[in-house]
Structures are given as C-alpha cells and as structure tokens.
C-alpha cells in the first residue's frame, strides 16, 4: 500500500506448464492479474488486497509457440542465443564444478582430470545441448562416487574418463 517496492515475480519454463484437470494453466490465470485496473487483486490466501503494479515480471521459456498469445501480447521478449560448447566447457570448470565441489565432504582431496571435464562436455553436448542441469547432474553423481572412495580409502581421488562414463551410462 505505500508504493514503494522492487518485488520481481519470476515465472520459469513457462511453455513446460500443464494444464490440470478443469484448471486454466498458470499464464492464463495469470492473465487475471495483469488485466486487472493497476495490478489490484485479493490474496484470499493472506487476506488482504496486493497492488501487483510495482512488480517486475519475468518470465522464462524456451519455446514461445508454446505460449498462449495473450500472454506473450503482455510481454517484452528477449531471445538469448544458447552458449557454445566453449562456453559450456567455461561454465562446467568455472561454476558446475566449483559449486559441486563445494558440497562435497572431501572437495579438498578430490579433483577432474582434463580429460573427464572434457569428456562431460563432450557426451553432453552431442546428446543434450545446454541444460547445465544435465552437467550438474553428471558432475554431482562423479563426485558423490568419488566422495566415497575418498573416505573409504582415504586417499586422494582424481576423477577420470572411465569414472565419468559409468555415471553417464546411468543417466
């Protein structure tokens, strides 16, 4: 009520949504709120009025055909270009890994050869493209294995090309 906020509403996937049963999907329920005079509408969960014409909303998808027209009539679209295989190989050593790593019981004893970074980029991106999900998967069951094999044998563990194809076989 007093006007002032930065709230930023973020709706991902927006072309992966279902709809359920009899219920209209999220955007078209959704379209409610943004025809609405100013953004004004009742939270009849909290009880009280939301002035919804301070928020930012943003919304992710990667395949817009499957989004009603209403609802990208309402948008501003940005397209982004997926990032190239170098790019990947970037963000697999330089966010993927660390972040994983930093998870990990024993990071400090357990590394990847080149070889296997290279290697999970590699399958990867013939079968899968960019879904850094499918890299941090794949990264996470590696050094979960090797987590253990640390502890077990208490020794450093590296990482190699064979470790990285048993976990890809799974997936």
Known sequence: ????????LNGEELD?????????????????VLDQDAGRFR???????????HILYVFTANDKSKISQPMLDRC??????????????NIVRGAVI??????????GEI?????????IVSSLWSVEGTSIRQYETLVSRCVSAANYSSICSEQSI??????VEKHLRRM
Do not use: W
């Open 158 to 163: 590296v990482i190699q090309v064979s470790d």
């Open 111 to 119: 590394t990847f050869s080149d070889e296997a970074i290279e290697f």
């Open 76 to 89: 501003d679209i940005i397209e982004l270009t997926a990032p190239s295989k170098s790019e990947i190989d």
């Open 98 to 107: 660390p972040k994983i790593m930093n998870n990990a019981f024993k990071s």
């Open 43 to 53: 939270d009849n969960r909290l009880g009280f009025d939301i002035d919804a014409s």
């Open 1 to 8: 009520d007093t006007g002032a906020c930065n709230y930023v």
């Open 16 to 32: 992966k949504e279902e709809y359920i049963e009899e219920h209209a999907s999220f955007s078209d329920q959704f379209l409610k």
